[in-house]
């Protein structure tokens, strides 16, 4: 049989953060946290590894100039190439002043909605998606800790939370 | 703890608050019943926006003829408009990205409205050209696809196309910036939310948000890239909207300071919009004690500044124009400044550079009153510099012959009209399904710069403890619990062990 979780309330990110201190003194799992408000300094504590989000941006903006670039060279340069204004447009190189713009709307393009769907995806967050926050308390006013009793006695486990500051203890179901 | 801020700062949560009344506050317009005011406004929008409509369907079923143009003012009120609403749609960005990016907590209870304010305008801007272009159903001409008359694209060397992409891309990274952002305030809602269609609704706009620790870490991590793009992107889009103008060879247009002074121009008029809307807000709502008088001053502070800038790029414009020693370029000055539309140049003037410093005393910045009528003047008075840029450059050109004047007809000032109705109509019905706060990111900032910690920080010093130890529920009987449960579900694993 899997071993039980402990769903605890808290209601102060202070007092969330020290109980957190305190349970990983005692080497007690903690599975999840649940909160209304990002809680700095929380994840580190966790040790939850740095999220990736921003080199898959970097990485994104940079296919945004490349197909931008790919598309400008193909229409303006070697599909079709116009005097448009004494514009030169023999070469990409040449042409590449007016390009600039074009070319930069397209990056941020890709960088942002990539990352975000990157983002949404990782985290599962699309419409439709059941939220999975155990009590609906969590996006109000409650941080909810969810601890893993283990091998551990779990009226001993659930005392230890009680002491320190958590308003609610109850099993997960 | 960590929660130390500067004594000197203000607090920017003002009155006892625990973090569930933030959240019951931020949710009372929503849950709540629109009052008498709400509906008056709404339907005088609404009329106004479908008087504009009218206008427009009778602008794209009879042509643009019935527009004021001429031969020799091909563009007017529609570019004069476009540019204004993608101007006021810059505050937003700014508010949420470059504030971001500086770490000012203030941003925090304005970057909502401000954003949403950018969104409605955008979509007013955008209206404009395809109006313009007289056939509408052919907008994706504008898009880069092969078409059936062979292979005839379109010119990446137009100002007008980088148009397209600029604000096509502001236009939805702003949407998503805002709507991530959202996410976490519509999951309150949602677990708030008594009436079964109303948790369903938010349900499907809060994406599932749930709230672990890896969301908050990914979420804080997006918000800042999101930032990092957006700001030069918000900087961009002017400066691309100005070489509309700059790139050309019209005396007047034909100016390299045009970049730098539209970008200030739309963060005047940003500014003053969102100060227009926000104190309007802020009482009808009753979200005083977030959006603070503080706030309003810090806005103002930017409108002067901003204000200023605009007012150097006026006289620089000037200078040029006498300094370049090109007669057409100085007669155009020359002309706008005395000519037959210096009424409009002399509103201009009045209401961008003159009524801002005003700002320069805090008893006025500090006036709510004040602050609103400036706001609205700044706004007529940045309409007036796109009209006065692009009508009074255009209407004597080079050949006498052809000068002439441009007056609007009821369809031009019809459409305009309709697009503020139509804007209000989307920013009404926003104030009364959306969060109009960015309640969790307020949470956030409670115990640094809410009222209430910072005077137990100025009595008790700054490692004063921040919290009061809460009401705990008693410990239920694990083992027992678990010993029914087991009893009751009957499962396989019913009789292992519990301890």
Excluded at chain 2, 329 to 358: D, H, I, K
């Amino acid at each position: 049989m899997a071993s039980k979780v402990l769903n605890v309330f808290y209601t102060d990110d202070d007092i969330l953060m020290e109980a957190v201190k305190k349970a990983q003194s005692k080497n007690y799992r903690i599975e999840e946290v649940f909160c209304p408000f990002p809680v700095h300094g929380l994840d580190k504590l966790l040790n939850v590894k740095p999220t990736r989000l921003a080199i898959t941006s970097f990485l994104y903006g940079l296919v945004g100039i490349s197909v931008a670039l790919t598309m400008m060279n193909f229409i303006m340069i070697v599909d079709w190439p116009q005097n448009i204004g004494g514009k030169p447009s023999f070469s990409l190189i040449e042409n590449l002043p007016s390009f600039i713009p074009t070319a930069f709307e397209m990056t941020v393009f890709f960088a942002a909605h990539l990352m975000v769907i990157t983002f949404y995806m990782r985290s599962k967050l699309w419409p439709f998606k059941k939220a999975e926050n155990p009590d609906p308390r969590t996006t109000d006013d409650h941080f909810l800790m969810q601890v893993n009793v283990g091998d551990n006695d779990i009226q001993e486990v659930a005392e230890f939370l009680h002491s320190t500051g958590a308003v609610e203890i109850d099993l997960k179901k | 703890m960590s929660h130390y801020e500067a004594p000197i700062r203000k607090p920017l949560v003002t009155g006892e608050k625990s973090y569930h009344d933030i959240s019951v506050e931020i949710a009372r317009p929503v849950e709540g019943k629109a009052n008498k005011t709400w509906w008056i406004v709404f339907s005088i929008s609404l009329i106004a926006f479908l008087w504009g409509l009218g206008c427009i369907v009778y602008t794209v079923s009879t042509g643009i003829g019935t527009w004021g143009l001429n031969k020799t003012i091909g563009w007017a009120w529609d570019i004069t408009n476009f540019v204004w609403w993608v101007g006021i749609g810059h505050a937003g960005t700014l508010i949420s990205a470059v504030l971001l990016l500086f770490r000012q907590k203030w941003r925090m209870a304005i970057n909502r409205s401000a954003e949403a304010m950018t969104i409605f305008s955008v979509v007013q801007a955008g209206l404009f050209p395809i109006i313009h272009m007289g056939r509408p159903w052919l907008a994706y001409w504008v898009l880069p696809i092969p078409n059936q008359y062979g292979s005839l694209w379109v010119n990446f060397n137009s100002p007008l196309l980088w148009d397209v992409f600029a604000i096509s891309t502001y236009l939805s990274v702003s949407l998503v910036f805002w709507w991530t952002g959202l996410l976490p305030d519509f999951a309150m809602l949602r677990d708030r939310a008594v009436k079964p269609f109303q948790k369903h609704i938010y349900g499907i706009l809060s994406f599932g948000w749930s709230g672990r620790v890896k969301d908050w870490q990914r979420f804080e991590e997006v918000s800042l890239v999101l930032a990092g793009l957006a700001t030069p992107l918000v900087l961009s889009v002017h400066t691309i909207v100005s070489f509309d103008f700059a790139t050309s060879v019209i005396p007047g247009w034909h100016t390299t300071i045009f970049p730098p002074y539209f970008v200030a121009g739309a963060i005047f008029s940003g500014f003053a919009m969102v100060n227009t809307l926000l104190i309007i807000m802020r009482k009808v709502v009753s979200l005083e004690d977030y959006i603070t008088i503080q706030h309003i001053e810090l806005m103002n502070i930017v409108i002067m500044i901003t204000g200023s800038i605009v007012g150097v790029a006026y006289i620089t414009e000037l200078f040029m124009a006498w300094y370049s020693g090109v007669e057409y370029e100085q007669y155009a000055f020359l002309n706008r400044a005395t000519g037959p539309y210096a009424w409009a140049y002399w509103a201009m003037m009045t209401c961008n550079v003159f009524s801002p410093q005003f700002m320069w005393f805090p008893k006025l910045r500090r006036s709510i009153m004040f602050s609103f009528v400036i706001s609205i003047v700044v706004n007529i008075g940045m309409w007036f510099e796109r009209f006065v840029i692009i009508v009074t450059s255009l209407h004597r050109d080079y050949m006498p012959s052809a000068w002439t004047m441009f007056s609007p007809t009821f369809v031009d000032i019809g459409i305009y009209i309709g697009t503020i109705g139509f804007f209000f109509v989307l920013f009404l019905l926003y104030a009364r399904t959306f969060p109009v706060i960015a309640q969790a990111e307020v949470k956030s900032i409670m115990k640094s710069s809410g009222e209430q910690y910072k005077k137990i920080r100025e009595e008790q010093g700054d490692d004063a403890k921040l919290y009061t130890m809460p009401e705990q529920k008693p410990l239920p009987d694990f083992k027992k619990l678990i010993a029914e449960a087991n009893t009751t579900s009957d499962s396989s694993d019913a009789n292992t062990k519990t301890e």
